[in-house]
């Protein structure tokens, strides 16, 4: 009875030899699989009848014909796309999973980017709800559609061979989410001492809507000026913070105004309200990785700067 309750508790089930198997990393699984092949009704079949995917700056898709429409969509315009995952972080019915992305157009122009996704399961192993995190400009960007930087466009990623599986359930869950927590406190209130203080020596944060990640505390400091330069008084909300060992992965709501220019945005009068998704790695009690993910499209499309003047 007891191994009962816990197969059915983790979304798992035995096999004929008896061998436990986790529903939702199978899916996983599957839906890489699915990808690479060009097969989108596979791939589309990981989700519920009725599930919703919400792409933050993008579409939200409902159902699963419109994923499958979607995804058929994609696979045409960047056909032989590689898909895989780097991480995944389980939690009961809930998984968060870093991916990469490489693909080419049907003329051969390569793009690729990374991305968060936050997934929710039913008992089957089915993808019930989607809230996926990426910046629509990178691939633009390498594709020539933003025009001549700067910035410059990102580099491609370098997919992994395999990915890595996180189960929660370490003591340092409830410690490591309580300095999250102060660290985005710090970036709201504008207090570089503070924030800089929640960081590893060797720390690196990764804004992945820049075209590089910033390496040790004296670029962690760099980051944090540009943008409390641009977006002071800028506050932060915590949808959900899910810790599963030693990482902290974060969805959050941040609104303010750009006071001064952003990347490729100029300032604006108009306020913006954009998501933004979090991996934050920590190691000793210090942030080891921070790792952003913010679509600057969304941001754009609140100060009034979408499409930008190169793709209209």
Known sequence: ?????????????????????????????????????????AYASRYAEDAVITIHGGDTLRGRSAIEAYEKDLLREFPGTRFALYDVWRKGPQAVVHYGVNGRTTSGRAMGHEGLLFYQ???????????????????MAQLGLLGPGPPPARALPTLPSEMAVHIAGAAVESRNTALVKTALAALDAGDGIAFLAAFAEDALLDDLSEPGPSTGRANVKAWFDRWKHAAAGARTTNIRLVAVGDDVLVETLVIGRLQAPLGRLRPSERPFAVHRAAIVQVR????ARLTFFMNTRELAEAVGQWPPSAAK
């Open 121 to 139: 399961f039913d008992p089957a192993g089915l993808i019930t709800d989607e809230r996926r995190y990426l910046d629509s400009q990178t691939p």
């Open 284 to 287: 000793n009690d210090r942030i």
């Open 1 to 41: 009875m007891l191994l009962a309750l816990l197969v059915a508790g983790s979304a798992m089930r035995l096999t004929d030899s008896g061998a436990a198997v986790d529903r939702p990393l199978a899916t996983l699984h599957e839906m890489v699989r699915a990808v690479n092949a060009g097969e989108a009704a």
